[in-house]
Each structure stands twice: as C-alpha cells, then as structure tokens.
C-alpha cells in the first residue's frame, strides 16, 4: 500500500495526558498537511510541511500542539496536556510540488477521545 | 475571511442523477476540490476546477463559476455506495504565499433503493 498512513488509528486518553500521533506520507511527496476535523464538520487546517520545513501554522493550533518532520519524511503531531475539547478526528494529507492541481492525499485518521 | 456553503444533507434514488452545490467568499481563490467522504473514513479526491467550465470524471462531473463563485457535483447513474459525505474545498492563495485549502462543512448524501 503506498497511500498515506496513520499510526495509531484511535487513541483514548484521560485529560491532561500527552499524546503523540505519526503520519508516514506517500514517499515522494515533499508536502504534507495537519488536519483536524470534528462530526459534520469539514476538515480545518492545523500545518503544513514542505520537506522538513514548518512553513504554515494555523491560529487553531495552541501552545499545547507541536508538530514536527525532522527528516522531511514522516511527521508527528504532539498535542500536551489534552482537553476534552481536543477530541476530533486528526487527518494527515500529503501533496507532491508541481503536480497538477496539487490534490492532498489524505490518510485514514486517528481519532482522539479525552475523557 | 472564507465562506463555503452547501447543503447539509441531501436523498436521491439508485440510478437517479444528483447535483450538490457549493457556494464561495473567498479572496486568494486558486482553484477547487472536490472530496468524497466515506463515514469513518478519509476524505478521497474527485475532481479538481481551476478554470470555469466543465470537468468529467466517469459518473462524476465537477462545474465552476469564478464570477458567480459557485460550483457544482454531479453525480449520475447514482449507487448505494456513494452515499457519502461530499465536500467542496476552496484553495486560498494567502498573504504568505502559501496555498490552504479551506473546506465546508459536507454535503451528506443518502442513496436509497
């Protein structure tokens, strides 16, 4: 399988722990995107990488987040401290540069739940 | 800001043809998707409009309108498996030059026998 893959797929985590999420993008993509989305709603844009440069971060995205891409493959996204309010589903999304119309390619998602 | 509206939920029949609209406010507009969302699932490209006119995919076409900022997705010859969440995605040129793209909030269809 060479789409967009998320690693773990659902995470249940009381409030106030720390959880950390992993996207591996299709490998020749350079670009790759921090969604989150909660029920009925679209996805929202959290960050964006190009190659292991943070380039964009949305206002959304609190002091308590944190992403990283150290080698411009795979990516973390770190959420400290959780609140009940961060239970969504986050969605991880990667495009390649220069292909046309530049569609993301989306991954399954790991959906949080803080209790 | 951005705004993207289309309707929360629609019904149609097997076999029948379906038009979902999405309506735009954006400044920076640089072209728009179309994603399918399965219940649970990620979202799935369907079809990308940068120009007005028409794209066809298969039983899937995708319209624009840039100086109505209006698009559409038509779904023909419909099947129980695309009941699904559609969702019209606008791409925004920002002040940083970076490309984001702004999603609505879905168009749930439910594809009845």
């Known amino acids: 399988d060479t789409g967009v893959s998320q690693d773990p797929r659902h995470k249940i985590t009381k409030r106030g722990q720390n959880v950390t999420f992993r996207c591996d993008p299709i490998s020749e993509h350079n670009r790759l995107y921090w969604y989150r989305q909660t029920l009925g709603q679209g996805p929202e844009f959290l960050t964006y990488f190009q190659n292991e440069a943070q380039l964009e971060k949305s206002r959304l995205l609190s002091d308590r987040f944190s992403a990283e891409r150290p080698k411009g493959s795979f990516s973390t996204l770190e959420i400290q401290r959780t609140e009940q309010g961060d239970s969504a589903m986050y969605l991880c999304?990667?495009?390649?540069?220069?292909?046309?119309?530049?569609?993301?390619?989306f991954g399954p998602g790991t959906r949080l739940t803080v209790l | 800001g951005q705004n993207i509206d289309q309707p929360t939920e629609m019904t149609a029949t097997e076999g029948a043809i379906v038009q979902i609209n999405c309506t735009y406010q954006?400044?920076?507009?640089?072209?728009l998707f179309w994603y399918q969302q399965h219940a649970g699932e990620a979202p799935t490209f369907l079809s990308y409009n940068v120009l007005d006119g028409l794209e066809e995919k298969g039983r899937f076409s995708s319209f624009l309108s840039r100086s109505k900022g209006y698009s559409y997705l038509l779904l023909k010859e419909l099947q129980m498996k695309d009941s699904a969440s559609y969702l019209c995605a606008v791409r925004v040129l920002m002040n940083t030059g970076f490309q984001k793209l702004v999603f609505g909030t879905g168009t749930r269809l439910l594809v009845s026998p």
């Open positions: 999304a990667s495009s390649l540069k220069g292909l046309a119309g530049g569609e993301q390619f």
């Open positions: 954006t400044s920076g507009f640089n072209g």
